[in-house]
């Protein structure tokens, strides 16, 4: 059974930079038919794709936070990792990551939240 | 991008009332949409893909079709427990985008 979970501190500062680990148990981070992503949601506000790496490595971020996103993979640990550089406010949010391909079943971890607050 | 457009953004219905909910993809995108239901304080859970696949957890009340751009979700008869915020996703390419979400409330 496929297992996602989030992990990393659920509190940031203004201006500092956010870092979520997702560790998958249960299937290779490795394997080619699928890819991994970041979703996040607002308090009482909707999903949020923030974005994508293949297991080429290859990656896609929305484009409005494109500048400040980088998602990397850790095969050895079977983990992949996101980075959001220059939190506000506005970045609070439960994050998810999540495993998919086109036409498959999504799975999702639990979520974290993480708020940014001085 | 492909943009994921859901209505209506909130509905009030009755137990027993059959409701569909919609989902317009702004480009093709065959049958990549999952659809999923969202409680308060929880993680989404992931009801349909495929357009038209349905999780092993869930009832067959519910139901998915569509291909293309055009997609429904329809409960056939509701259930206390279905009151939930819906939302659709597409899967055909990155960003992976959702809808606005579809706030399901009891009247």
């Known amino acids: 059974q496929l297992q996602l979970q989030e992990s990393g501190p659920g509190l940031v500062k203004p201006s500092e930079t956010l870092s979520l680990t997702c560790t998958v148990s249960?299937?290779?981070?490795?394997?080619?038919?699928?890819?991994w992503g970041w979703i996040r949601q607002p308090p009482g506000k909707g999903l949020e794709w923030i974005g994508t790496?293949?297991?080429?490595?290859?990656?896609y971020y929305d484009p409005s936070l494109k500048s400040r996103v980088t998602i990397s993979v850790d095969t050895s640990k079977n983990q992949f990792s996101l980075k959001l550089s220059s939190v506000t406010a506005a970045d609070t949010a439960v994050y998810y990551c999540?495993?998919?391909?086109?036409?498959?079943?999504?799975?999702w971890g639990q979520g974290t939240l993480v708020t940014v607050s001085s | 991008d492909v943009q994921m457009t859901q209505s209506p953004s909130s509905l009030s219905a009755s137990v027993g009332d059959r409701v569909t909910i919609t989902c317009r993809a702004s480009?093709?995108?065959?049958?990549?949409l999952n659809w999923y239901q969202q409680k308060a304080g929880k993680a989404p859970r992931l009801l349909i893909y495929?357009?038209?696949r349905l999780q092993s957890w869930v009832p067959s009340r519910f139901s998915g079709s569509g291909s293309g751009t055009d997609f429904t979700l329809t409960i056939s008869s509701l259930q206390p427990e279905d009151f939930a915020t819906y939302y659709c996703q597409q899967s055909y390419g990155a960003p992976q985008t959702f809808g606005q979400g579809t706030r399901l409330e009891i009247k």
């Open positions: 480009q093709r995108i065959s049958n990549y």
């Open positions: 790496i293949y297991y080429s490595g290859s990656t």
């Open positions: 249960g299937g290779s981070i490795s394997s080619s038919d699928y890819y």
């Open positions: 495929a357009a038209a």
């Open positions: 999540a495993r998919g391909c086109g036409g498959c079943p999504f799975y």
